[in-house]
């Protein structure tokens, strides 16, 4: 079954780190890219960053550019998101999501996670 | 970066109904135009990508219609589950951008 499951969402205080994790049973990890996408409480959605499935193209969004790193095993199928010099405004659910190709270009995200929530707060 | 701009932010229909929904972009991005469903505490399920292609498994009472910088989402006959958010997203240009999301709400 497709499916993917994210973990490491926590509290943390306004400066500190935290490493999330998406791990991705059931299907071809490594043939596809990988995007963060994130909601603050009662907001939107805001697209966080995305990576190639080979892991050497990578996008930021501007808000999380310097603090953020993407990065992925696809020998271990998995995910990650680094975040460090985290702020109050990056309290949010966290979601994964696969990317998937249509057509050569069209790009969309076909499969989520159920999300972690991180809260930063003193 | 592309603004996404969603009318309406909310709307009551009753079963049956007809609705649509719009989107509109800060500038054209030709057909790169995605439609998200969203209900309340999950996660998003992609419903339409390429502005017009429904996404496997969705039902055909979905469908999407524009291009250049007006985009819609049309629900031919609104059914119970069908009450949600729904986000169009644009994946012409990084930073990928939502709109701000749309409301579907019993009357």
């Known amino acids: 079954q497709v499916q993917l499951v994210e973990s490491g969402g926590n509290l943390v205080k306004p400066g500190g780190s935290l490493r999330l994790s998406c791990a991705a049973p059931?299907?071809?990890?490594?043939?596809?890219?990988m995007s963060w996408i994130r909601q603050a409480p009662g907001k939107g959605l805001e697209w966080v960053s995305y990576?190639?499935?080979?892991?050497?193209?990578?996008y930021y969004a501007d808000s999380v550019r310097g603090r953020f790193t993407i990065s992925r095993d696809n020998g271990e199928n998995s995910l990650y998101l680094q975040m460090n010099s985290l702020r109050a405004e990056d309290t949010a659910v966290y979601y994964c999501a696969r990317v998937d190709v249509y057509s050569r270009y069209y790009y969309g995200m076909d499969v989520w996670g159920q999300g972690t929530t991180v809260t930063v707060s003193s | 970066d592309i603004q996404m701009t969603q009318s309406p932010s909310s709307l009551s229909a009753s079963v049956g109904d007809r609705v649509t929904i719009t989107c509109r972009a800060g500038?054209?991005?030709?057909?790169?135009l995605n439609w998200y469903q969203q209900k309340a505490g999950k996660a998003p399920q992609l419903l339409i990508y390429?502005?017009?292609s429904l996404q496997s498994g969705v039902p055909s009472r979905f469908s999407g219609s524009g291009s250049g910088t007006d985009f819609t989402l049309t629900i031919s006959s609104l059914q119970p589950e069908d009450f949600a958010t729904y986000y169009c997203?644009?994946?012409?240009?990084?930073?990928?951008?939502f709109g701000q999301g749309t409301k579907v709400e019993i009357k």
């Open positions: 997203q644009q994946s012409y240009s990084i930073p990928w951008t």
């Open positions: 390429a502005a017009s």
């Open positions: 059931g299907f071809p990890f490594s043939d596809y890219y």
């Open positions: 990576i190639s499935n080979s892991g050497n193209t990578i």
């Open positions: 500038q054209t991005i030709r057909i790169y």
